[in-house]
C-alpha cells in the first residue's frame, strides 16, 4: 500500500521568512496530492492540492510543486506570518474518491 | 453554506462500551469518509460510505462499523472500546467523482 513520508517533523522560521515541508510517497499509482493545515482543537483545512498531470500549482503565498519520478512533492510558503503557524500534512491517493494517505505531519512556527 | 459538522465534540468513554459518532457533510456532498488521529499523528483511514454502502474499508477491526443515510449524514460505531481507540475521529465529505474532501472538527473521544 501507499506509503508517505513527511519531512521535517518541526519547523521554525521568522516572520517573512520562507517555509518549505516536504513528502514522498511509495506508489507510483497515486495521482492526487492534497495539503491541510490543521490548527490546535480543529479539523484539518485544505490548503492546495496538485494532481499528477501538473508539475507546480501556486495560491497566493504557497505552492506546490510535484516531482513525479523522484515520488515527492513540497509545500512552499513564502512570506510567512504568523497565523500561518500549525500542523501541516501531506496527504496521497490514487484516483478520485480513494481513501488518503497521510504523512505524520510538520509542526510550522513562525515568529514575529 | 454549513461546512462538514461532527457531534458531540468531546467524548468520555470506559474500557469494553461502545460509542455513536455522527456526521454532516458538506451541502452538495454524497461521499463521508471517516479518519483515525491519534495524538501528533496523521489521520488514518477507516472507511467510506457512498450511496448508503461501505464502499472502501482501511486497515480497522470490525469493531469499527458505520452508516449513511438517506440524507447522506453517517454514523460511525465502534464497539469494545480499548484504550487505544482514544482518538480524534475526523469525518471528510466529498461528491463523487471528485478529489477534494474536506474535513469537519472531530469528536475526541477519550476511553478509560
Known sequence: GENVEQHPSTLSVQEGDSAVIKCTYSDSASNYFPWYKQELGKGPQLIIDIRSNVGEKKDQRIAVTLNKTAKHFSLHITETQPEDSAVYFCAASFGRNNDMRFGAGTRLTVKP | ?112
Not at chain 2, 461532527?6 to 458538506?26: D, E, M, W
Not at chain 2, 477507516?46 to 440524507?71: A, V
Request: with cysteine.
Open chain 2, 1 to 112: 453554506d454549513a461546512g462538514v459538522t461532527q457531534s458531540p465534540t468531546h467524548l468520555i468513554k470506559t474500557r469494553g462500551q461502545q460509542v455513536t459518532l455522527r456526521c454532516s457533510p458538506k451541502s452538495g456532498h454524497d461521499t463521508v469518509s471517516w479518519y483515525q488521529q491519534a495524538l501528533g499523528q496523521g489521520p488514518q483511514f477507516i472507511f467510506q460510505y457512498y450511496e448508503e454502502e461501505e464502499r472502501q474499508r482501511g486497515n480497522f477491526p470490525d469493531r469499527f462499523s458505520g452508516h449513511q443515510f438517506p440524507n447522506y449524514s453517517s454514523e460511525l460505531n465502534v464497539n469494545a472500546l480499548l484504550l487505544g481507540d482514544s482518538a480524534l475521529y475526523l469525518c471528510a465529505s466529498s461528491r463523487d467523482g471528485f478529489y477534494e474532501q474536506y474535513f469537519g472538527p472531530g469528536t475526541r473521544l477519550t476511553v478509560t
